[in-house]
């Protein structure tokens, strides 16, 4: 596997999941710093990559060059690429011998005669037993305060609720400009389910999403999530309206004290663990 998260290795769960699947997992980081990793030898059945863009060019490569099958993981949304990350991964996918997507809306996206649909595991038991107590008009927003979320949104969408209360759990490049600015509760990164046991709504502001993990947490957790058409959003249950609509969405969400449900259904971890082998195929 080739990965651009240095995170990812026997101490993440995800590597544990995934090394599951299969009779040897070897990984390979290739990010900042890391130019020309070493490639572990012996045989592999194949080569799967994280991303179809720099990192995908260089997995083709090593594939070619170990004679295996090519694997391309997609997370992200294409159409919200630049023209040239776009063009790139189209000549990646091109290539590969097969691909995995997050969600319908990224398969939309790709013509391949072989592509598989797995989201992003998510262990639901966590959030599905939160006891809610929620407060009223409490907006809560989950993220990297980095500009891709769009953080600053969140503010104003805020502002115009007069009642409301926001807090947002995150931290970023954008941290100092938010807190000048004002008008939300800033605890850092925290564990979500006190967070969603007292919040009414969640609020997503990302101009794009790979997948939005957080969106189907809250869900799950039975909070009713205002978005974007990004990533998940649509799939899993969200009330889905444009970004310049947001406020007066969320306004009526706290006004109808509506439920949050996930419509999507997500497999467990043996499932998971299965469909991953398969889309390797």
Not at 43 to 53: E, L, R
Not at 170 to 195: C, I
Not at 234 to 247: D, I, S, Y
């Amino acid at each position: 596997m080739i990965t651009g998260d240095k995170t990812f290795g026997p101490a993440a769960p995800r590597y544990e999941l995934q090394k599951s699947a299969v009779d040897a997992l070897e990984v390979v980081y290739w990010g900042r710093g890391s130019y020309f990793p070493t490639i572990p030898p012996g045989h592999f059945d194949v080569v799967t990559v994280q991303d179809p863009f720099w990192r995908g060019f260089f997995a083709w490569g090593v594939a070619k060059k170990c004679k295996t099958k090519f694997n391309v993981q997609v997370h992200t949304d294409l159409h919200a690429q630049p023209l040239t990350r776009h063009l790139m991964a189209q000549v990646v996918l091109r290539h590969a011998d097969s691909v995995r997507v997050v969600s319908e809306k990224i398969k939309s996206q790709i013509k391949h005669p072989n592509v598989k649909v797995l989201p992003v595991y998510v262990d639901l038991n966590k959030f599905k037993n939160i006891v809610r107590t929620p407060e009223k008009n409490l907006i809560l927003w989950i993220g990297r305060f980095e500009d891709e979320k769009d953080p600053l949104l969140a503010l104003e969408v805020a502002k115009q609720i007069p009642e409301a209360k926001l807090i947002m759990l995150g931290k970023g490049s954008l941290e100092a400009e938010l807190k000048q600015k004002g008008g939300a509760e800033f605890p850092g990164w925290q564990d979500t389910a006190p967070y969603l046991a007292r919040a009414s709504v969640v609020l997503c502001t990302s101009k794009h999403e790979s997948w939005g993990a957080s969106i189907v947490e809250a869900l799950a957790a039975g909070v009713p999530v205002v978005a974007p058409d990004v990533g998940i959003a649509k799939e899993a249950g969200a009330v889905v309206v444009p970004r310049f609509n947001l406020g007066t969405a969320v306004g009526q969400v706290l006004a109808e004290g509506t439920r949050g449900t996930l419509k999507l259904s997500l497999p467990t971890a043996d499932e998971w663990v299965r469909a991953w082998r398969e889309s390797l195929i």
